[in-house]
């Protein structure tokens, strides 16, 4: 097998992992908020509360197959999904040419699908969850771990711009900027 095809299958195998990745990221956007269980119950018809099934469930196929609606009631599945699903793989390909394939391209993947729960999340309810700087958080000090001769530079971005942001959000009693927004910017500094 030459190195082309090789390289190939592994871009295509990271993708396929990205859309399953994507696919629980859309559990996780809808279930975060709600201070939900991302494990239990299992993923269902928001409607007629069908309990989908693993065919149901194929990243991206599944919506195709069955032309966007549920498998019972057939009511109209909000095109998030795909879209999540499909942006999730293709930013875990971008990230893989842009780094090659090292852990550090691991953790910005997966802080890639932090990012995108977070953002949505953010988008439409104006939070920005504890849960999800914390998983940024510990990606943060993952990547200062597996990045040891650059810890300094780790530190410095964890404080640089929390610390501005801090300072207007004391400042304005929380009406400039969100305490969601200076722990995030505290916790992707890392």
Sequence with gaps: MSV?????????FVFLFGIVIGSFLNVCIYRIPLKESIV???????TCGYQLRWYDLVPLFSFLFLRGRCRKCHTKLSL???????????????????????????????????????SIIDFRQYIIPDKVNIVILVLGI??????????????IGFFSVSVILLIIYLVTVGRGIGGGDVKLMAVAGL
């Design 4 to 12: 082309a095809v090789l390289t190939t299958l592994l871009y295509i």
């Design 80 to 118: 998030q999904y795909p879209l999540v699903e499909g942006m999730n793989g293709a930013l875990y390909v971008i990230v893989f040419l842009a780094n090659g394939f090292n852990v550090m391209s691991v953790i910005y993947c997966l802080l890639t699908s932090a990012l995108i729960v977070l």
């Design 40 to 46: 239990f119950p299992h993923s269902h018809c928001m």
């Design 142 to 155: 993952i990547a200062t771990v597996v990045d040891r001769p650059q810890w300094k530079e780790h530190v």
